[in-house]
C-alpha cells in the first residue's frame, strides 16, 4: 500500500526566510504533484512532476523530485505573507491490472504560516 | 470556463437517512474522482470513472457508498443510511484522461456533510 508522508506537518516562517518542504513515498510511482490548499477552499494544482531529475519553479516555489530517494521537495524562496496555506503533495498509482490510472495518495499537509 | 462544481456545497442530514452528492466535472474532462477530506487531513481517494465506467471504487469505505455516472459527465456519490464517521468534505475532481501521461486533477469547492 502506497504511503505518502510530509514533513514537516507544521511551519512558520518569517517573511523573507528560504525552507523547505520534504515528502517521501513508499512505492514507485510515475507522477508527483504539488497542491496549494487555502482555508475554507479547495485544491489548487501547483506542479506536475514527471520523471526523475525533474524540477519546476513557479515564481518563489520550486519543486523537485528524485524518483530513486522517492522524495520530493518544495523549497520556497524569500516567503511572503500571501504563500500562507497549506501544502500538500500527492502521489499517482496505477494497479498491476492495469485498468486504474486514477488514484492519487495525498500526504497529510504542511501547514505553512509567514509572518511579518 | 467553469470549473467543477458541486452540490450542495452544504448537507446536514439525521444519522440513518441517505444523501446524494452531485459533481459537475469540467467541460470534455474524461475521469472524474472523488475523494473524502477529514479536517486536517488531505484527501482521501473513494472512486473514479473514465467516462461512464466506474475503473477502481477500492477506496469507498463500506457497501453504504456508491456512485455512478451514467452519462460519463455529472456524477452522484450516494451514501445510505449515513452515520456520523460520514461526516466529512467530499470532493469531486476531474481530468481529461487518467490515462495519459500529464494529467492534471482539478478539483471542485467540495460538499460539508454533517451527519447528526
Known amino acids: 500500500e502506497l504511503k505518502v508522508e510530509q514533513n514537516p506537518l507544521f511551519l512558520s516562517m518569517q517573511e523573507g526566510k528560504n525552507y523547505t518542504i520534504y515528502c517521501n513515498y513508499s512505492t514507485t510511482s510515475d507522477r508527483l504533484y504539488w497542491y496549494r490548499q487555502d482555508p475554507g477552499k479547495s485544491l489548487e494544482s501547483l506542479f506536475v512532476?514527471?520523471?526523475?531529475?525533474a524540477v519546476k519553479q513557479e515564481g518563489r516555489l520550486m519543486a523537485s523530485l528524485d524518483t530513486k530517494a522517492r522524495l520530493s521537495t518544495l523549497h520556497i524562496t524569500a516567503a511572503v505573507h500571501d504563500l500562507s496555506a497549506t501544502y500538500f503533495c500527492a502521489v499517482h498509482s496505477h494497479n498491476a491490472g492495469g485498468t486504474s490510472y486514477g488514484k492519487l495518495t495525498f500526504g497529510q499537509g504542511t501547514i505553512l504560516t509567514v509572518h511579518p | 470556463g467553469a470549473g467543477v462544481s458541486q452540490s450542495p456545497r452544504y448537507k446536514v442530514t439525521k444519522r440513518g437517512q441517505d444523501v446524494a452528492l452531485r459533481c459537475d466535472p469540467i467541460?470534455?474532462?474524461?475521469?472524474l474522482y472523488w475523494y473524502r477530506q477529514a479536517l486536517g487531513q488531505g484527501p482521501e481517494f473513494l472512486t473514479y470513472?473514465?467516462?461512464?465506467?466506474?475503473?477502481?471504487k477500492s477506496g469507498l469505505p463500506n457497501d453504504r457508498f456508491s456512485a455512478e455516472r451514467p452519462e460519463g459527465s455529472i456524477s452522484t456519490l450516494t451514501i445510505q443510511r449515513t452515520e456520523q464517521r460520514d461526516s466529512a468534505m467530499y470532493r469531486c475532481?476531474?481530468?481529461?484522461?487518467?490515462?495519459?501521461?500529464?494529467?492534471?486533477?482539478?478539483f471542485g469547492p467540495g460538499t460539508r456533510l454533517t451527519v447528526l
Open positions: 512532476l514527471l520523471s526523475n531529475g
Open positions: 467541460s470534455g474532462h474524461v475521469s
Open positions: 470513472f473514465n467516462y461512464e465506467a466506474q475503473q477502481d
Open positions: 475532481a476531474s481530468s481529461l484522461v487518467a490515462r495519459r501521461v500529464y494529467n492534471e486533477q482539478f
